[in-house]
């Protein structure tokens, strides 16, 4: 199945904007600006992949992340950490939890897209 509809989970409004526009030419783009958001529009419309920060206000991406896994109709739905934090033993601990992959930001506008795509790639193996 291609990768047609992404979650964008970010309080930044400036990030939001960029990882949008970097992503909207080759998915649908939802976007949500914090943790509950984001479960209220996945639940109405299932995302293929969720790009979720790491650092919110509220619910942020651990317990966001938590969330997801406990409801049934979204617990396989991959997830993709958006993160400054990017030490090998933080991203390992990401994907222990269960991602899918983790970004690195500041991200790459120009390669956000392909790096979804590789990771989405990745995830159906």
């Known amino acids: 199945m291609p990768l047609s509809r992404i979650l964008l989970v ?5 990030i939001r904007t960029i990882a949008e526009l970097s992503l909207e030419d080759d998915f649908e783009v939802d976007i949500a600006s914090s ?4 479960i209220d529009i996945a639940m109405v419309r299932p995302p293929d992949l969720i790009l979720l920060d790491v650092m919110m206000p509220g619910l ?5 992340f938590g969330k997801f896994k406990e409801i049934p109709s979204l617990a396989a739905i991959p997830v993709v950490f958006m993160t400054a934090k990017v030490l090998t033993h933080e991203i390992d601990f990401y994907l222990e939890l269960g991602a899918a992959g983790v970004i690195s930001k500041p991200f790459d506008p120009m390669t956000l897209a392909e790096e979804v795509q590789t990771i ?6």
């Not at 942020?60 to 966001?64: E, L």
């Open 10 to 14: 970010d309080d930044d409004d400036n």
């Open 35 to 38: 943790g509950q958001e984001a």
């Open 60 to 64: 942020d991406g651990k317990a966001t």
């Open 120 to 125: 989405w790639a990745h995830s159906r193996v």
